[in-house]
């Protein structure tokens, strides 16, 4: 491996790492800060940083900051008959697997390095230009740096290239199902050592509910992995590119996976294993201080990386509309509306931030489902996983079979057709992008309204309704 190779896998693990655990943090903030809102409550306003006679609250972000403190310095509680071993190492088989995970994300285009800049001499006056002979431009020529496109399909074969993954490796999805069923592991140990009946109660129902869920999650993929021909996560997202977003050509999918996905971070709706008004606190009932924290921490970071995982699959991940590895390219099937070539360095960071981009939407989503369902018995958690969810994904593997059959089958008429479709897609989603945008910098500028409404009692409310059934109570 040479230092450039080196460095650049440094600068990638630093960049996920960093951004999974920086992201999970502000989740356990938005967690309090979004629940607030949507429950009309006061939220996170203790934490404080006082400067003099100024109080500094940071909407709350202090809170974070404490909990951190508060892990580190908490008492580490063992229970006396515990397996001291199994105990210490639950947490880490939890945290460690998640990290591990990312490596075979891929969070952007492939760089060519050769085309990120050039060093070129243009002639004084006018005239073609020329590459350098040992870093000097002749006589009469003049130094300047430019910036070159990238071809669209392809990579230079003359300069080495980074891939923007920290693994690329071949087996790319087997390596995240092989990940992902860690954790199970983790929250089994956990139950187990700690001596409790209620950890133990909680590590059974963690582990039925995670292999019955990744059951789902495996079957829902290989509709997917149908159209995209290959198992490399990177592949996928040029698949996409190329033709249209995952969730255009197998929608049945990106909900099922994401239901799935969020029953496998154990959170509201799905969190039965640490259900508190029937188990405590589930598996981690036992644990304090920072073995705890990262149980807690794990759950956060399990949401990014479903959402990781759900961009790169069926989001396009680092792609966005009518953007390729060439520059801008508006086109309907043969219609070419316009074209613009923009530098290699440029495409590369469009890409990489709006994977990020992508990424911290879905989080949100989930936040916000994780503050508006109700949580479900355990019995209809299975029911929903056996009965409903792996029904519905085995149909749609039948049903995707059946389609791509026939449209292989189409001719070169049929394939026009789907070009100029996916091309459609690549409309709508610029479309609903830009229509977001719009709507968020509207919303910012705009004076919020305030009006005072006298709701009424309750004794309006039931006779508005029709009276009530007995009579209402004397004084």
Known sequence: MDTMTLLATIAKILLMVGFLFNVAALLTWYDRRGGAMMQDRIGPNRATLKLGKLELRIAGLLHTAADGVKFFTKKDFMPPKADK??????????????????????????????????????????????????????????????????????????????????????????????????????????????????????ALRAASQMVSYEVTMGLTLIGALMLYGTIRLDDMVRWQGENCWGLFVQPVAFFLFFAAAIAESKRIPFDLPEA???????????????????????????????????????????????????????????????????????????????????????????????????????????????????????????????????????GESMAQGLKVAADITQGVVAFAITAAFVWIFVGILRTPRRATQIVGSSAKFAAAAGGTKTAPMQA
């Open 85 to 202: 071993l199994l105990f210490s190492l639950a947490p880490m088989l939890s945290m460690i697997p998640v990290l591990a995970l990312v490596a075979v994300i891929p969070f952007g285009d492939t760089i060519s390095t050769d085309l990120l800049w050039k060093s070129v001499c243009f002639k004084d006056g006018g005239g073609p230009a020329m590459l350098p002979v040992d870093g000097v431009c002749k006589a009469g020529y003049t130094m300047q740096t430019v910036f070159p496109a990238a071809q669209r399909l392809g990579l230079s074969m003359t300069s080495p290239s980074i891939e923007l993954m920290v693994a690329p490796l071949n087996v790319g999805l087997l390596y995240v199902f092989a990940m992902a069923g860690q954790g199970i592991v983790g929250a089994a140990i956990a139950g187990w050592s700690s001596d409790n009946k209620f950890s133990l109660m909680g």
């Open 276 to 410: 508190e008004s029937e188990l405590v606190s589930g598996y981690f009932t036992e644990y304090s201080g920072m073995k705890f924290g990262m149980f807690y921490f794990a759950e956060y970071m399990e949401v990014v990386t479903s959402s990781m995982l759900l961009v790169t699959i069926f989001l396009g991940g680092w792609q966005l509309p009518f953007l390729h590895r060439d520059g801008l390219t508006i086109a309907f099937g043969e219609v070419v509306l316009l074209q613009q070539r923009l530098p290699h360095i440029w495409v590369i960071v469009f890409g990489v931030v709006a994977f990020f981009g992508k990424t911290l939407f879905l989080c949100w989503i989930q936040a916000f489902i994780r503050w508006s369902l109700p949580r479900f018995r355990y019995d209809q958690l299975m029911k929903l996983g056996w009965t409903v969810l792996l029904p519905a994904s085995l149909a749609n593997i039948f049903a995707t079979g059946i389609v791509w059959l026939a449209l292989q089958r189409g």
